[in-house]
Every structure is written in C-alpha cells, then in structure tokens.
C-alpha cells in the first residue's frame, strides 16, 4: 500500500448505529487530518493530530470521535449521527503539521445517514 | 480575514483549449503557502503544487502554469492544450498558522471550480 487509505469507501449507518472510518497513511508522516466534504460548502476541517497528540478540534460535535493510536493510524469514530452528517470524509497526512508541508489525501469515506 | 476565493465555479472549454483558473486570496500574514489540488470524481484529493510567500517565481511544469502575483492577491492556475483527462474540480488552498491546543499550519480551502474537458 502506499500513501493514504482510507476505510471503507462507502459506508450507509442509521443514526442509531455506531461506525468507525480508518485511514492509514504509509508516507512517515507526523500529521494527520480530517475533513468533511459536504455538497456545496468548501471543504470543513475537523480534527489535527500532530506526533499523536490533537492540536485542533475545530468545534466538531461529540457524536465524532477521532482516535489517533500512532503516527500512521487515525480513527473517526461515528454514533447517533444526523442525516446531515451525510458527507465525504477525507483522511490527510503531512510531514508535520507547521511550515506549510502540503497534505496528502486518501480517497475519502463516502458516508450516508438514513 | 483568511480566506480564498475561486470565483469560477464551472467552467467548460473543448479539448485542446488552454483554461486558466482563478485564485484569489487574503491573510494579513506575511509567512503563508499556496496550494492547487485536483479532485477527479474518484474523489481523492490530488497535490499539484506548493508555493510559498516569498518566491514569486511562476512555474511550469508540462501542461500546467501558475503564476503567482502578490501585488494583487492571486495564485492563477493555467492549463495548456486541456485533456478530457483534466476534467476535475480543482482546489485552491492557502496555509496558516493557526493555534488550537497547539500551533500548526491550517489549509483555507477555496469552494473549487469545476473543469469540464470535452472531446
């Protein structure tokens, strides 16, 4: 595998449900991200993790839940959603998280709220 | 105010036309990055180039130019002789400092124009 993956691809929950989106990033990076890509709003930063540690929680709501066990992992955990939450979520890695490194993408989670 | 403006948000131009997309930005930061991604519909995001504040240099690189202007807040992105392959909605992206429990470098996202190649 090389650079960011994401899983699953697509993924269909009720808002009862409890999921987890994984992303793995195999480029030795020190930071990871996550975005939600909603249909007609610019791409929304969620969660940064540098070295493991969360520098950002960009007034996410508690019912998403990053997890971030090491470098190369980062978890986004999903429970009582709202169909609004219906999005693309997409995973990102960079060298570090300050001088401007640019960010490398995983294809995303498509997810659906039912 | 930081923030990116494409102000394009569709175009459509035949095969082997050259298309330039606009890209305009503010930060009162003097230290900044500017960035284009491609996102094809497979939907990952795709790094096409990185710039910082202080090289104003354009740059070429095959197909695709961008040039760079501070004087007037602009990252413009031109592709020569598109390709149906080029069809994507392309991202323009400024980067940061911005503190939360920590500094780090945050990408301002612009809402993206939408390239559409025809044969």
């Known amino acids: 595998e090389t650079g960011v993956t994401q899983t699953p691809r697509h993924l269909v929950m009720g808002m009862t449900n409890k999921k987890s989106l994984k992303c793995e990033q195999h480029l030795g990076h020190n930071a990871m991200y996550w975005y939600k890509q909603s249909a007609k709003k610019p791409l929304e930063l969620m969660f940064v993790y540098s070295l493991e540690e969360r520098v950002e929680n960009n007034s996410v709501p508690s019912r998403f839940s990053p997890e971030c066990p090491n470098s190369s992992h980062l978890f986004l955990h999903l429970h009582t959603l709202q169909p609004e939450d219906s999005a693309l979520y997409l995973c990102?890695?960079?060298?570090?998280?300050?001088?401007?490194?640019?960010?490398?993408f995983g294809p995303g989670t498509r997810l659906t709220v039912t | 105010a930081q923030k990116v403006t494409q102000a394009q948000t569709e175009i459509s131009v035949v095969e082997k036309e050259d298309v330039t997309l606009d890209c305009v930005y503010e930060?009162?930061?003097?230290?900044?990055?500017l960035f284009w991604y491609k996102q094809p519909p497979s939907g990952e995001l795709v790094f096409l180039i990185r710039?910082?504040?202080?090289d104003e240099q354009n740059e070429i690189s095959g197909r695709y130019s961008w040039n760079f202007q501070k004087s007037t807040s602009s990252f413009n992105f031109t592709i020569t002789a598109s390709q149906v392959v080029d069809s994507a909605v392309y991202f323009c992206?400024?980067?940061?400092?911005?503190w939360g429990s920590g500094g780090y470098n945050k990408l301002i996202f612009g809402a993206g124009t939408r390239l559409a190649v025809h044969p």
């Open positions: 710039r910082n504040s202080f």
């Open positions: 990102a890695s960079s060298q570090d998280d300050l001088r401007g490194y640019e960010q490398y």
């Open positions: 930060t009162r930061d003097t230290t900044y990055y």
């Open positions: 992206a400024l980067s940061v400092l911005s």
